[in-house]
């Protein structure tokens, strides 16, 4: 039984370093203050959080103030609660500390229990005896200052902790090193045997039957006469019982080990191939009447094997994941923390970024190893949803060397850490990669491999603790890191993470023959929503990275201001700079996804650098900014992810009038093989058609289908552009229609976007419902949107202007040429949870979302 304490009255206090240790001055014998009073403190979260809302610092995710908070790391922080001693008894008393960051020192009752080092191992103490003394329990963690580690710029043979790295300065991130009680505090009360290093794992074998196994061992605190018994119910996804077993058992430490099958079992599958349903174990330790332990677990059926690519090196790891026998092509996202102060993050965050995740056609996400080992919470969701996750071990690159630590201290807290990870999250069905870290290299450009010292450690604890997975070095893992146009040695790779110029973007991932593209971005600026959160009113101009100090500090790497006048000529305003550059981002990021899928098998899948950020940037590779808001490239990740789809193979934005335009079509399906017929129109502003050719033929299961090329005479159109619209017949509205925005111009290729014609928009609300979410009400709209102006209204998506919901849509940044319409369903829900906004009772059900219709002719008005 665990008894948690993050409901106790919790109290935090900073003082200099060493002071808690003394307490009073040897010269004076006066007590020794600290440098703030007491405060509420939140466990689980961190000292930050804390601060602010005492009002002892501003909001650090506003301007330049992150750089006023960073005296916070250099001080020690003591926390304390006080409350009754619980009214349990048992053999053992177990005080557990499940995430500390990062160094502590813990007393109870005045007594000191012991120290700990290590965010991601948890601390256990024995408080037996000490819970005898008193009725009242009075809990004291002191944490020491943050160690002086590495950020994103350092030498990663010379990391000596297991402390997230990302808040040290990442790209992504700014320098806000957190401090505090991230995991939960319990008591566990152990009776006179418990279980221990409980494994729960599925398969199906040949002939189609699911099988469960379960192991545990058993621990002994008392000897006791007779035997225990030990039973296993089975309940099936809707709750019937699925089966049981009952077994005696020795009462000493041993283990135990058993079995379901299930003849026709009701299969988990990833996210877009197949529902997600979770059976339930419960585990139950006995002796005679009396229950000594309990465990439930949810779990999937499902076999998991890797196997290698469509003609693939005979060198090269095995990159495809197969599910019950069906391959699996990666639709993935490389995920960071979702906030510098991770132990803040509450589980509507994770709710709203796992459906987001699944509404964008994902079926895996990358936990990057700068980051943390995620919550169960987050497995949980990813478990209940279908999405794969990758768990990277807590390393990372670091620019001046890439090389894995060897050091004594390193590898011994790696191993605490790894084998803590392995024993709680291989339990849950999502998992399905685990990997040494990112972007570790014993040579420049080139991946450690299991030679490595480090990285032999890590894979010889996956091949005990968890041998069902597959344990990858590093990420990229070789033979070579970055994306090259050197043929055949590119098997999983990174890279890049800029637009790389027209039309040299479109020849290096167009002609790219890699294996496995495990991160790659494009970045672009967030909304200027978004950004007016983050940036005070005199910092809104558009600006370089160059000459805006603020600017720099959200998003110093992802200055986008000269690719943006170069591509459109101008940017007056941050709106119009907003919408230009989300544009180009999203055209880059499509053109990488599709590229790669035309491959499909050959290349395994993609995965975007990045779906999230921590902190509020103007500008980064992500596809939700840090408040939760979608942008251009994740709805187009959304669609080019979509389970059929179209795609266009060209190799640059710009034509002469009069060339000859030849663009290979592409089909890709979800299934397998059927019929395919495809459209394709070439159209002006106005949405005159100026050419159409149709296609029809069959797909092919597990590769994309070539039905065709498109042929035409470019057209010299008054405003400078003209249109490629592609039609996959057979699906629904929007999601099997692709738009491809090409110029005449040599230079400043879409500038003549910018003069279009004011759309004109007739908005229709056909239907609102509200049904009940995970989270709260879900306010749903569904519009039809017309335009009836005389030119292209482009990128049309919604937007909820109150600011108190979380909105996702079907049909955004979808574009309509005159007289044309497209349904637009918007789902809003309530924000939960995010720090350093300003928001009206967040459980006040009142409140309705205000929604506005927007565009790149951001002029539009809606009637």
């Known amino acids: 039984m665990e008894i948690s304490l993050s409901a106790m009255e919790w109290q935090v206090k900073g003082f200099w370093p060493w002071v808690p240790m003394l307490r009073n001055s040897a010269e004076t014998g006066m007590e020794l203050m600290g440098v703030t009073d007491w405060m509420p403190a939140t466990v689980p979260g961190g000292v930050h959080y804390d601060l602010f809302r005492a009002g002892l610092i501003d909001n650090p995710y506003q301007d330049n103030n992150s750089l006023l908070c960073e005296w916070v790391e250099h001080r020690w922080w003591v926390y304390k609660t006080e409350f009754p001693r619980p009214d349990v008894e048992g053999e053992k008393i177990e005080l557990i500390c499940k995430g500390l960051d990062y160094e502590a020192i813990i007393y109870m009752n005045g007594q000191w229990l012991g120290e700990h080092k290590g965010m991601f191992h948890p601390a256990v103490l024995d408080v037996t005896e000490v819970l005898k003394q008193k009725d009242t329990v009075q809990l004291m963690i002191i944490l020491k200052h943050v160690p002086d580690e590495m950020g994103q710029i350092g030498k990663t043979s010379q990391t000596f902790t297991q402390k997230s790295r990302f808040n040290y300065k990442w790209d992504f991130s700014t320098r806000l090193v957190n401090i505090g009680i991230w995991e939960d505090v319990v008591f566990k009360v152990h009776q006179s045997h418990s279980m221990d290093n409980v494994y729960v794992r599925s398969d199906v074998d040949s002939e189609g039957e699911g099988i469960i196994t379960v192991s545990t061992d058993i621990r002994s605190y008392r000897s006791i006469a007779g035997q225990l018994t030990i039973s296993v119910i089975l309940s099936d996804p809707q709750g019937n019982q699925a089966g049981e077993q009952a077994t005696f058992i020795p009462a000493d430490d041993s283990s135990y080990s058993t079995e379901f099958r299930i003849q026709v079992p009701e299969l988990w599958y990833p996210n877009g191939y197949g529902a997600q349903p979770l059976y339930e174990m419960r585990i139950r330790l006995s002796h005679g009447e009396s229950l000594l332990d309990e465990k439930m677990y949810k779990v999937g059926i499902r076999s998991l094997n890797y196997v290698s690519n469509v003609d693939s090196p005979e060198e090269a790891l095995p990159y495809t994941v197969a599910i019950n026998g069906k391959k699996v092509y990666i639709k993935g996202v490389n995920m960071t923390p979702l906030d510098h102060l991770y132990g803040n993050v509450s589980l509507s965050r994770y709710e709203w970024i796992v459906r987001l995740a699944k509404h964008a056609n994902i079926n895996m996400i990358r936990v990057w190893g700068g980051g943390i080992v995620e919550k169960k919470?987050?497995?949980?969701?990813?478990?209940?949803?279908?999405?794969?996750?990758?768990?990277?071990?807590?390393?990372?690159?670091?620019?001046?060397?890439?090389?894995?630590?060897?050091?004594?201290?390193?590898?011994?807290?790696?191993?605490?850490?790894?084998?803590?990870?392995?024993?709680?999250?291989?339990?849950?069905?999502?998992?399905?990669?685990?990997?040494?870290?990112?972007?570790?290299?014993?040579?420049?450009?080139?991946?450690?491999?299991?030679?490595?010292?480090?990285?032999?450690?890590?894979?010889?604890?996956?091949?005990?603790?968890?041998?069902?997975?597959?344990?990858?070095?590093?990420?990229?893992?070789?033979?070579?890191?970055?994306?090259?146009?050197?043929?055949?040695?590119?098997?999983?790779?990174?890279?890049?993470?800029?637009?790389?110029?027209?039309?040299?973007?479109?020849?290096?991932?167009?002609?790219?023959?890699?294996?496995?593209?495990?991160?790659?971005?494009?970045?672009?600026?967030?909304?200027?929503?978004?950004?007016?959160?983050?940036?005070?009113?005199?910092?809104?101009?558009?600006?370089?990275?160059?000459?805006?100090?603020?600017?720099?500090?959200?998003?110093?790497?992802?200055?986008?201001?000269s690719r943006e006048l170069n591509m459109f000529g101008a940017v007056p305003d941050l709106e119009t700079f907003v919408a230009c550059s989300q544009w180009i981002q999203s055209e880059g990021l499509r053109f990488i996804l599709e590229a790669n899928r035309r491959r499909k098998f050959r290349n395994s899948g993609s995965i975007i650098w990045q779906l999230n950020e921590p902190w509020p940037n103007v500008s980064c590779t992500n596809l939700v900014d840090y408040y939760g808001e979608g942008k251009m490239a994740y709805y187009s990740a959304r669609k080019a992810f979509s389970p059929n789809h179209v795609s266009l193979d060209y190799r640059r934005l710009n034509y002469k009038p009069g060339e000859i335009f030849k663009a290979g079509i592409f089909v890709h399906r979800a299934g397998s093989s059927e019929q395919s017929a495809v459209i394709a129109q070439v159209l002006n502003a106005q949405g005159q058609l100026l050419h159409e050719q149709q296609f029809r033929g069959v797909s092919e299961a597990d590769k994309a289908l070539e039905i065709g090329e498109l042929v035409f005479e470019v057209p010299q159109t008054g405003e400078e552009l003209f249109f490629v619209r592609l039609t996959l017949e057979g699906g629904a509205s929007g999601e099997n229609r692709n738009l491809y925005i090409f110029s005449v111009r040599d230079e400043a290729v879409y500038a003549p976007a910018l003069k279009l014609e004011d759309s004109r928009l007739d908005i229709e609300l056909v239907e609102q419902w509200t049904n009940e979410g995970l989270s709260g009400p879900e306010h749903n709209y569904r519009y039809r949107i017309t335009n009836s102006g005389a030119a292209v209204a482009l990128h049309l998506y919604p937007e909820e202007t109150g600011d108190r919901f979380w909105l996702i849509a079907d049909g955004a940044y979808e574009s309509l040429f005159p007289g044309e319409s497209i349904a637009m369903t918007v789902t809003c829900v309530k924000k939960k949870g995010l720090l350093f906004e300003v928001h009206p009772d967040e459980t006040d059900l009142s409140a309705r979302p205000v929604i506005e219709i927007k565009g790149f002719q951001k002029r539009s008005t809606v009637e």
């Open 377 to 561: 919470a987050f497995f949980d969701l990813c478990d209940r949803h279908g999405i794969m996750v990758w768990q990277e071990f807590i390393q990372s690159s670091s620019g001046i060397d890439n090389i894995p630590s060897k050091r004594p201290e390193f590898l011994a807290l790696l191993e605490q850490s790894a084998i803590a990870a392995l024993k709680d999250r291989r339990n849950h069905t999502s998992l399905s990669v685990w990997s040494g870290g990112n972007e570790l290299m014993s040579e420049s450009r080139v991946p450690s491999t299991y030679e490595d010292e480090n990285l032999a450690m890590l894979k010889a604890l996956v091949e005990a603790y968890d041998p069902q997975r597959l344990f990858l070095p590093t990420s990229a893992s070789g033979p070579v890191e970055h994306i090259t146009r050197e043929k055949g040695v590119s098997h999983d790779i990174h890279g890049w993470w800029k637009y790389e110029g027209n039309p040299n973007h479109y020849e290096l991932y167009g002609e790219s023959d890699n294996l496995f593209h495990s991160e790659f971005g494009v970045d672009g600026l967030n909304s200027a929503k978004s950004i007016r959160k983050s940036l005070s009113e005199t910092h809104l101009a558009p600006a370089s990275m160059e000459n805006s100090s603020v600017w720099r500090h959200h998003g110093e790497w992802w200055d986008t201001y």
